[in-house]
């Protein structure tokens, strides 16, 4: 079965430092791949995704993220920190070989910036 | 990508009564939506895949009878918490599937007092 670990329920930066988020997958084949962000009770936003092809993805407000299959890693990042990044970050996976099955998400990452 | 419609977003109602969701896609025939649960400061929890014109298919340790799923239209599934107590205060919220991304709707905030 697969499942996805995010290593630390916390991670506090200053505004303009590097933002790492981090992600582990257990998976017999590599699943697709995606970060979503949600803000105070609101729905999920996906911030990437990782499908096939390039590794190192790109998404929205700065945030990329690389699939490492060696380390089966997803590790989302940013390079400098935004007041308005403060968020909770989920890792979320899904079988590709079961097209349009249900996403497993993480236990997610509360994300706070200091000014 | 597909936009998803959730409604109400906030619901308040007391303890015994039951309370009906609506997940609309509006722009995508989805034949298959999933229900998820978020309790406070946790991830979220798949309740439930809801099945078009067919019975839905629930996670282990989700009751059947107390959180009834609908799935009549293309375009709408319907989560209602019959009998409802404290404990199923909580955030749900719907998604559909469409190629490789799911899309999600903007939640309902249950509060049962």
């Known amino acids: 079965a697969q499942s996805v670990t995010q290593l630390g329920s916390h991670v506090s930066v200053s505004e303009g430092a590097l933002v790492l988020l981090r992600c582990n997958y257990s998976s017999s084949v590599p699943p697709y791949l995606f970060w979503y962000v949600q803000y105070p009770n609101q729905g999920l936003q996906l911030l990437l995704k990782y499908t096939s092809a390039a590794t190192l993805v790109k998404g929205i407000n700065g945030f990329e993220a690389e699939f490492k299959k060696s380390e089966t890693s997803f590790h989302l990042t940013k390079p400098s920190a935004h007041m308005s990044d403060a968020a909770e970050y989920f890792c979320?996976?899904?079988?590709?070989?079961?097209?349009?099955?249900?996403?497993?998400f993480g236990k997610g990452t509360t994300l706070s910036v200091s000014s | 990508g597909a936009v998803v419609s959730q409604h109400p977003s906030r619901v308040i109602c007391k303890s015994g009564t039951s309370v009906k969701i609506e997940c609309r896609s509006l722009d995508f025939q989805a034949t298959t939506m999933f229900w998820y649960r978020q309790f406070p400061k946790q991830s979220l929890m798949l309740m439930a895949t809801s099945n078009e014109g067919s019975k839905a298919t629930y996670e282990q340790g989700v009751e059947k009878d107390k959180f009834l799923i609908n799935h009549a239209s293309l375009t709408l599934s319907t989560l209602t918490v019959t009998s409802a107590h404290p404990e199923d205060s909580s955030f749900y919220i719907c998604?559909?599937?469409?190629?490789?991304?799911?899309?999600f709707g903007q939640g309902t905030r249950l509060t049962v007092v």
């Open positions: 979320a996976v899904s079988d590709r070989e079961q097209a349009g099955t249900a996403l497993i």
């Open positions: 998604s559909v599937y469409q190629a490789t991304e799911a899309f």
